[in-house]
């Protein structure tokens, strides 16, 4: 695959068309940022994040930039995905000997996993009471049955919740989740009304999954507006989750922890934003906004540092930063290829639920890029302030 020269950190691969961080990526991952560069929609080069892997129409790890119109699968099917991350005014000290009782009390308080959850908490009915919904049509009874008792609750695959300490012995809590069944389920129908849509009108497409809305289509706006409901949703779903996570681990320690500082960032999700006078959508699939100033988390996998970072405001990656450590292997393949052994070795010095090992696997760490590299990477995109080491890890499975 030809890579040619530098702009920036990044290096340029097809005739400018991508622009790439990433020191370890393969030839898939960058032909198809390639074929998503060439499509019709799309009004810029590609950014490609250093933990980009090969996705569902796009690349995950990659910023793209549209005018007048959007990619629902590029955006992807869980809006609003993301970090939050709480330093609080707890010490390693403060912390009891064995975190196995806090574990078991967060998953009491978290609900996670795939499977229905029974009640919509205080919390998750004021939110929704205040913005719910609007334009259901097409969503079926169970659909909307899961609005609210989902609200609050991790959901599975590399969803997770952790107790950390940073490199001053301080402890955070970090969750990592999204939108949920509401989430998926409006964007799947709108993937495939674009796609019905884009045949009905005979646009051109290399991958069914780029297809997209102009604004002059008739479903434009209401994907739009699903969109952004979604991502509030998911960002409320964190802060719902993190209160919680505090309160079970004020339990464990005898009272509420303060709060010296909290951060909730997407990194699945779509943004109207200004780019070099014009004024775009930016697709963020798998990567934090990363303006100057801005505040971000980055986790690693599961047994490896998180990072809490400053953006840099770098204009090649339209102010855009990793969103992780990325996969190296697919779910199958790290299923079929890695050693509950290696995986129990890597998770050494965690409380985590070592008992599912067998059913957490695809998650294993060796199953991800190494999240050091993807930081040396992107140094001219963030900044590094904290260090995260988790002690404790909690996963849907």
């Keep these: 695959m030809e890579r040619i020269g530098r702009s920036g950190g990044a290096v340029e691969v097809g005739s400018e068309s991508v622009r790439s961080w990433a020191s370890e990526i393969d030839d898939g991952t960058l032909r198809q940022a390639l074929t998503s560069a060439r499509c019709a929609a799309v009004s810029g080069p590609v950014a490609l994040m250093p933990d980009a892997h090969v996705g569902i129409g796009a690349t995950v790890g990659s910023v793209i930039p549209t005018e007048g119109a959007i990619i629902p699968a590029a955006v992807g099917v869980d809006l609003g995905c993301g970090m939050i991350a709480v330093r609080t005014d707890l010490a390693a000290g403060d912390l009891p000997e064995s975190l196995a009782p806090l574990l078991a009390s967060v998953e009491r308080a978290i609900p996670a996993g795939f499977s229905a959850h029974p009640r919509t908490t205080e919390a998750a009915e004021r939110w929704l009471a205040a913005d719910p919904l609007a ?98 949703y998911a960002f409320a779903n964190r802060e719902i989750m993190m209160n919680a996570l505090l309160a079970a681990l004020g339990r464990a320690v005898g009272r509420r922890p303060g709060e010296a500082e909290r951060i909730n960032c997407h990194h699945n999700y779509a943004a109207r934003e200004t780019h070099g006078g014009r004024e775009l ?59 509950i052994d290696d995986f129990r070795d890597a998770m050494a010095g965690r409380t985590w639920q070592a008992d599912r090992a ?16 993807v930081m040396t990477d992107q140094a001219d995109l963030v900044r590094i302030d904290h260090i995260l080491r988790a002690v404790m890890n909690y996963k849907g499975c």
Excluded at 200 to 223: I, N
Excluded at 358 to 373: H, N
């Design 135 to 232: 334009d259901a049509e097409g969503l079926g009874r169970k659909d909307r049955a899961k609005i609210g008792p989902q609200l609050g609750t991790l959901g599975g695959g590399n969803h997770f919740v952790e107790v950390s300490l940073d490199t001053d012995e301080r402890v955070w809590c970090v969750l990592h989740s999204g939108s949920r069944g509401i989430g998926n389920r409006l964007a799947s129908g709108h993937i495939t009304g674009a796609r019905r849509l884009c045949a009905d009108l005979q646009r051109a497409l290399e991958d069914r999954d780029l297809a997209y809305y102009l604004e002059s289509d008739p479903d434009f706006e209401r994907y739009i507006n699903h969109m952004l409901w979604a991502q509030r």
């Design 281 to 339: 959508w930016i697709t963020r699939k798998g990567a934090i906004r990363a303006r100057a100033g801005d505040r971000g988390v980055i986790p690693g996998s599961m047994g490896a540092d998180s990072y809490v970072v400053t953006g840099l405001g770098n204009p090649d990656s339209y102010d855009s930063a990793a969103h992780g450590a990325g996969r190296r292997m697919s779910r199958k393949q790290a299923k079929r290829d890695l050693s």
């Design 358 to 373: 067998e059913r957490l696997v695809d998650e294993s760490p060796l199953a991800y890029k190494d999240i050091a590299t």
